[in-house]
Every structure is written in structure tokens, then in C-alpha cells.
């Protein structure tokens, strides 16, 4: 099994999981597709995208549970990162873990998944 991440607020989770789903955020949206990292890619998205903010988790997606497309599509780096063409749904999560800040105002990762 292949686990993909998503960094979200943990207001734009607890949304999502009063809807059933995750649509997106505005970025996504604009780009057609909800952004995901791999455990390779997870830490630098973090502080690319979401230096310094707090209150945010992370979700851990196995990407064989997605019914939308998921395309594997070259990106920052050159690296391929996964793409989901369609909603999340919050019973494809299988697991969230806070995401909090450590001294150097860097994101501390709990133990991530292949």
C-alpha cells in the first residue's frame, strides 16, 4: 500500500470531515487537483507552503482507497508528486496526527508511512 499526505488546517479538516469530503483548498482549486506529498516530500511541502503556521494536521491517505483519478505528475524538483483529480473522501484518511511547531518554528513529523 502507498500512502500519500495532505497538510491541512485543522479547521479546513474538521470542515471537511462535517461534509464527508475535502474539495480543496483555494490553491488546489486554481489548479484543478488536490496536492498530496509522499513521506519523501512531506517535510519540504511543509516548509514551502506552511512555514511557521499553526493548528495544522496531517492526513495520511492510502492512495489505492481513491476513487477520482490520482496522477503521479512532475512538479518542485523535478520529483513526481500525486495529484487527485476529484474530491477526497475523509473515509479514504486513515489516519491524522497533529502537526506541531518545535523550537526552530519548523513542523515536527510524527513517524510517517511508506
Known sequence: MTTIYRILTAADWAAAQAAGRFTGSAHDIRDGFIHFSTSAQVAETAAKHY???PALVL???RAESLAAPLKWER???DD???HLYGDLP???VHRVENLPLGPDGRHVFPDLEP
Open 75 to 77: 512538479s518542485r524538483n
Open 59 to 61: 492526513l495520511y491517505v
Open 90 to 92: 475523509v473515509a479514504a
Open 51 to 53: 512555514a511557521g503556521l
Open 80 to 82: 513526481l508528486f500525486p
